[in-house]
């Protein structure tokens, strides 16, 4: 009996399959988006027992209704992918950096720092400067820390790199703290060290300064020694140790370059977004680039699509919920749907599912056949 | 056919221009936009909000004519919304969270023609902007009144033998704070004389489990009692697990604390917002520093809970003593911060200087002591006791 039910073939068949072409790729996932589309539909519909297509309005009305809502997109676009850029040397190195928020945070605290303690002293062009030079560094300090760990003590990056979040955002409630003696920890705006405002927006300067970002990681990525050496260690290290790899010296050099990128968001957001230090600047961008970064499979290029898709959503259905009054659960909900419907259609997009759903009968005539056939294969392969 | 399709044309435009005259007319385009640091889910928010929805049905406003933005952290994110805001066509913008101030300030400045209201604020007073404005209410009377609630409370757990030891969770140690404590320890000090008090700050507006612990902490240490100055559910549902009657704030905790719970007061923002829209319908202007009272209705104290007290008469002279002290707020001759009823230092204070204007080095700038009374929330609405006085020890 056990023979015959191991030659059944089985209801659902699940195949690994990498030949799938590029076009159907792209046609599953905005299968899976329009998917999560009428998924968000039918739940505002439950919601508010009537129209679904409200809904849909509403998420083009708060992301394109008005220039303004248009630069919001942009700009936060920009910064989340900013963000995302940052981990993504250290993810294709196979390096699991989530301390992107607490690297950003530090770069925050030190831009902060500057403007509070030499703000006055110097003209804001120099303190631009100087408030750069300190973003990037805290934000190399706190990223090559654990770097340094992994490499020489093999420690857990995962767990290192999520610590220092905590830390970062402790650090700068201990320093608002010293620097409102009211104690109401609120810092406010601060005087200084305002960006320049090119064409008349204050987004233009932040949107330019991550497209040529984005160039840069995308070459040193796929076209440098270092970026080959890094996809090279997150491989296989033992290979890297082979070909004569430092494999010590390219996980700190990446977690150099990863820290730099988030002091670099930490400086944007104070120079340029808010002029102020909070511990919430960074607003779990730094956890959501994860996900951009993996959704676009680490490839910078991908990943302005990948930003687009979560800060459209995130700007679309918080204009939604608002407008529905229903909440921030609500627009989390929308969120998690879209996220729920493109990470599932990954799986089809790596595997193929095949159905079987013909009589018995058949099924046995055909596993019949098959058998035949995989014996007939075997044996030219032996006379072969 | 030309001709006739040309005058219906005419006719069908006069008639629409008629209808859009007509609709700008009595204020059928006011818009008032509001902007929350949360949602409905934190206690502070949802009591903004609730007065949002009932100053909309005093007015008559239609539901297009009130714009509410949630969850908008203290940030640029505020000045975004709140141009946004006046995109939308809104005639007045208001904000509630103290982080939201400077960027309110910014945005008044580059929409004159919209007028942008502030809760908590402390700038309007001297910013000289036309069209930007704090509000605040004087809730430390109504912490007060809630103190002598609970010293009711307290005096009946000494009569069982428990120490005069209180608790309270604060959030951050700034003078809306202090304030708010301080009303509340002076209310129970009117009832228990020598009653003491612990404070464990959270340092955050909104930490459940912060509060939660603090809250524990402070149990644990010996308080008897508890009331905080912090928005989640945290404290008041650890005081019901631990059976520790307590006063919430921001409105009622019944439902989740039966047993323990024993009053909250709350500010009542509706009169403010009545009055902000009132204002800007009729072209008035808005009052640069305006602060509620109990008189106007905006400082609310919820039901007593007789079931929080062993003994029902205790419940009935804690309300007495309540609406005896309330009167006596209202025509003057009570004053909360009387300079007999406490001391700093072992000293009784007959001058002080508090940090009223605005400037980035919080300098002491006022002074706030007239007729041996501090006078809160009289030079700027916004509260600005900050003095430590004794009997009341800060943890943190």
Same mark, same amino acid.
């Given at each position: 009996? +056990?023979?015959?039910? +191991?030659?059944?073939?089985?209801?659902?068949?699940?195949?690994?399959?990498?030949?799938?072409?590029?076009?159907?790729?792209?046609?599953?996932? %905005?299968?899976? #988006?329009?998917? %999560?589309?009428?998924?968000?539909?039918?739940?505002?519909?439950?919601?508010?027992?009537?129209?679904?297509?409200?809904?849909?309005?509403?998420?083009?009305?708060?992301?394109?209704?008005?220039?303004?809502?248009?630069?919001?997109?942009?700009?936060?676009?920009?910064?989340?992918?900013?963000?995302?850029?940052?981990?993504?040397?250290?993810?294709?190195?196979?390096?699991?950096?989530?301390?992107?928020?607490?690297?950003?945070?530090?770069?925050?605290?030190?831009?902060?720092?500057?403007?509070?303690?030499?703000?006055?002293?110097?003209?804001?062009?120099?303190?631009?400067?100087?408030?750069?030079?300190?973003?990037?560094?805290?934000?190399?300090?706190?990223?090559?820390?654990?770097?340094?760990? &992994?490499?020489? #003590? /093999?420690?857990?990056?995962?767990?290192?790199?999520?610590?220092?979040?905590?830390? =970062?955002?402790?650090?700068?409630?201990?320093?608002?703290?010293?620097?409102?003696?009211?104690?109401?920890?609120?810092?406010?705006?601060?005087?200084?060290?305002?960006?320049?405002?090119?064409?008349?927006?204050?987004?233009?300067?932040?949107?330019?300064?991550?497209?040529?970002?984005?160039?840069?990681? =995308?070459?040193?990525?796929?076209?440098?020694?270092?970026?080959?050496?890094?996809?090279?260690?997150?491989?296989?290290?033992?290979?890297?140790?082979?070909?004569?790899?430092?494999?010590?010296?390219?996980?700190?050099?990446?977690?150099?370059?990863?820290?730099?990128?988030?002091?670099?968001?930490?400086?944007?957001?104070?120079?340029?977004?808010?002029?102020?230090?909070?511990?919430?600047?960074?607003?779990?961008?730094?956890?959501?680039?994860?996900?951009?970064?993996?959704?676009?499979?680490? /490839?910078?290029?991908?990943?302005?699509?990948?930003?687009?898709?979560?800060? *459209?959503?995130?700007?679309?259905?918080?204009? =939604?919920?608002?407008?529905?009054?229903?909440?921030?659960? *609500?627009?989390?909900?929308?969120?998690?749907?879209?996220?729920?419907?493109?990470?599932?259609?990954?799986?089809?997009?790596?595997? &193929?599912?095949?159905?079987?759903?013909?009589?018995?009968?058949?099924?046995?005539?055909?596993?019949?056949?098959?058998?035949?056939?995989?014996?007939?294969?075997?044996?030219?392969?032996?006379?072969? | 056919? &030309?001709?006739?399709?040309?005058?219906?044309?005419?006719?069908?435009?006069?008639?629409?221009?008629?209808?859009?005259?007509?609709?700008?007319?009595?204020?059928?385009?006011?818009?008032?936009?509001?902007?929350?640091?949360?949602?409905?889910? $934190?206690?502070?928010?949802?009591?903004?909000?609730?007065?949002?929805?009932?100053?909309?049905?005093?007015?008559?406003? &239609?539901?297009?004519?009130?714009?509410?933005?949630?969850?908008?952290?203290?940030?640029?994110?505020?000045?975004?919304?709140?141009?946004?805001?006046? !995109?939308? @066509?809104?005639?007045?913008?208001?904000?509630?969270?103290?982080?939201?101030?400077?960027?309110?300030?910014?945005?008044?400045?580059?929409?004159?023609?919209?007028?942008?209201?502030?809760?908590?604020?402390?700038?309007?007073?001297?910013?000289?902007?036309?069209?930007?404005?704090?509000?605040?209410?004087?809730?430390?009377?109504?912490?007060?009144?809630? @103190?002598?609630?609970?010293?009711?409370?307290?005096?009946?757990?000494?009569?069982?033998?428990?120490?005069?030891?209180? @608790?309270?969770?604060?959030?951050?140690?700034?003078?809306?704070?202090?304030?708010?404590?301080? $009303?509340?320890?002076?209310?129970?000090?009117?009832?228990?004389?020598?009653?003491?008090?612990?404070?464990?700050?959270?340092?955050?507006?909104?930490?459940?489990?912060?509060?939660?612990?603090?809250?524990?902490?402070?149990?644990?240490?010996? %308080?008897?009692?508890?009331?905080?100055? =912090?928005?989640?559910?945290?404290?008041?549902?650890?005081?019901?697990?631990?059976?520790?009657?307590?006063?919430?704030?921001?409105?009622?905790?019944? $439902?989740?604390?039966?047993?323990?719970?024993?009053?909250?007061?709350?500010?009542?923002?509706?009169?403010?917002?009545?009055?902000?829209?009132?204002?800007?319908?009729?072209?008035?202007?808005?009052?640069? !520093?305006?602060?509620?009272?109990?008189?106007?209705?905006?400082?609310?104290?919820?039901?007593?809970?007789?079931?929080?007290?062993?003994?029902?008469?205790?419940?009935?002279?804690?309300?007495?003593?309540? /609406?005896?002290?309330?009167?006596?707020?209202?025509?003057?001759?009570?004053?909360? *911060?009387?300079?007999?009823?406490?001391?700093?230092?072992?000293?009784?204070?007959?001058?002080?200087?508090?940090?009223?204007?605005?400037?980035?080095?919080?300098?002491?700038?006022?002074?706030?002591?007239? /007729? @041996? +009374?501090?006078?809160?929330?009289?030079?700027?609405?916004?509260?600005? #006791?900050?003095?430590?006085?004794?009997?009341?020890?800060?943890?943190?």
């Amino acid at each position: 009996m +056990a023979k015959v039910k +191991a030659n059944k073939t089985p209801l659902v068949r699940i195949s690994k399959r990498t030949d799938i072409s590029g076009w159907k790729a792209l046609g599953i996932r %905005a299968i899976a #988006f329009v998917a %999560a589309l009428v998924l968000g539909g039918i739940v505002t519909a439950i919601l508010l027992e009537g129209n679904p297509f409200k809904f849909y309005s509403y998420l083009f009305e708060g992301t394109f209704g008005t220039p303004r809502r248009i630069w919001k997109l942009l700009q936060d676009l920009a910064m989340l992918l900013l963000i995302s850029l940052a981990v993504t040397p250290a993810f294709k190195m196979r390096f699991w950096n989530i301390g992107a928020e607490g690297q950003a945070l530090v770069g925050v605290l030190a831009a902060g720092a500057m403007i509070f303690y030499i703000g006055d002293a110097v003209p804001n062009g120099v303190l631009i400067l100087i408030m750069a030079v300190a973003a990037v560094a805290a934000g190399i300090i706190w990223a090559v820390i654990p770097g340094i760990f &992994k490499a020489y #003590f /093999n420690t857990n990056e995962t767990l290192f790199t999520l610590m220092m979040n905590y830390v =970062a955002m402790c650090l700068i409630n201990y320093f608002i703290n010293i620097w409102v003696t009211s104690g109401s920890g609120v810092l406010g705006v601060l005087a200084g060290g305002h960006f320049p405002v090119i064409g008349g927006q204050p987004q233009i300067l932040t949107i330019i300064i991550v497209a040529v970002v984005t160039a840069l990681v =995308a070459v040193y990525l796929s076209r440098s020694k270092h970026g080959y050496e890094l996809s090279v260690v997150g491989e296989s290290e033992n290979t890297a140790r082979y070909i004569g790899i430092n494999v010590k010296k390219v996980v700190i050099r990446t977690m150099i370059l990863s820290g730099a990128l988030c002091g670099l968001v930490g400086l944007l957001l104070v120079g340029g977004i808010h002029y102020t230090v909070t511990a919430d600047l960074v607003g779990g961008n730094g956890f959501t680039a994860i996900l951009v970064s993996w959704l676009a499979k680490f /490839n910078p290029i991908y990943m302005i699509a990948t930003s687009f898709l979560v800060t *459209f959503l995130n700007q679309g259905a918080t204009f =939604a919920a608002d407008s529905f009054r229903l909440g921030g659960s *609500f627009s989390d909900i929308i969120v998690g749907l879209f996220f729920f419907a493109i990470i599932a259609c990954e799986f089809f997009i790596n595997y &193929k599912v095949t159905f079987n759903l013909k009589s018995k009968k058949k099924d046995e005539a055909k596993a019949a056949i098959v058998t035949e056939e995989v014996v007939e294969e075997v044996k030219e392969e032996v006379q072969g | 056919m &030309k001709k006739v399709l040309a005058i219906v044309l005419c006719v069908a435009m006069l008639a629409a221009l008629g209808v859009s005259l007509v609709a700008c007319n009595d204020n059928a385009d006011f818009k008032v936009g509001f902007i929350c640091l949360h949602d409905e889910n $934190s206690t502070y928010d949802k009591n903004f909000i609730d007065a949002i929805y009932e100053a909309q049905k005093a007015l008559g406003l &239609k539901d297009e004519q009130i714009i509410i933005k949630t969850n908008v952290p203290e940030g640029n994110e505020c000045y975004v919304a709140a141009a946004d805001l006046v !995109d939308q @066509g809104c005639d007045v913008v208001f904000a509630n969270s103290f982080g939201h101030e400077s960027y309110m300030l910014q945005a008044a400045k580059d929409f004159p023609e919209v007028q942008f209201c502030h809760a908590t604020g402390t700038m309007a007073h001297d910013a000289n902007v036309a069209n930007f404005q704090n509000a605040f209410a004087s809730i430390y009377e109504g912490r007060y009144l809630a @103190g002598i609630a609970a010293g009711h409370k307290l005096q009946e757990l000494v009569n069982g033998g428990a120490a005069a030891k209180i @608790g309270y969770v604060g959030a951050f140690p700034y003078a809306e704070v202090v304030s708010g404590y301080t $009303s509340f320890y002076l209310g129970v000090k009117s009832v228990v004389a020598n009653v003491t008090m612990e404070v464990q700050f959270t340092n955050s507006w909104y930490d459940e489990t912060a509060e939660k612990n603090a809250a524990n902490n402070l149990i644990q240490r010996g %308080a008897v009692l508890i009331s905080q100055h =912090a928005d989640s559910w945290g404290a008041p549902t650890a005081c019901e697990q631990a059976n520790v009657p307590n006063v919430s704030y921001n409105g009622s905790t019944i $439902s989740n604390c039966p047993n323990t719970y024993i009053i909250s007061s709350r500010i009542n923002w509706a009169p403010y917002y009545e009055y902000m829209i009132k204002c800007v319908q009729n072209g008035e202007d808005i009052a640069a !520093d305006w602060t509620g009272t109990i008189a106007t209705n905006s400082v609310l104290l919820t039901d007593l809970n007789a079931a929080a007290y062993a003994d029902a008469a205790t419940a009935t002279a804690a309300q007495n003593a309540i /609406n005896t002290a309330k009167a006596a707020l209202q025509n003057g001759t009570l004053e909360v *911060f009387d300079c007999d009823t406490f001391t700093v230092g072992g000293q009784t204070i007959a001058t002080y200087m508090a940090d009223v204007n605005t400037d980035s080095a919080f300098t002491p700038d006022t002074q706030v002591i007239e /007729n @041996g +009374a501090f006078e809160e929330s009289s030079k700027r609405s916004a509260p600005y #006791f900050d003095i430590r006085i004794d009997g009341i020890t800060c943890l943190n």
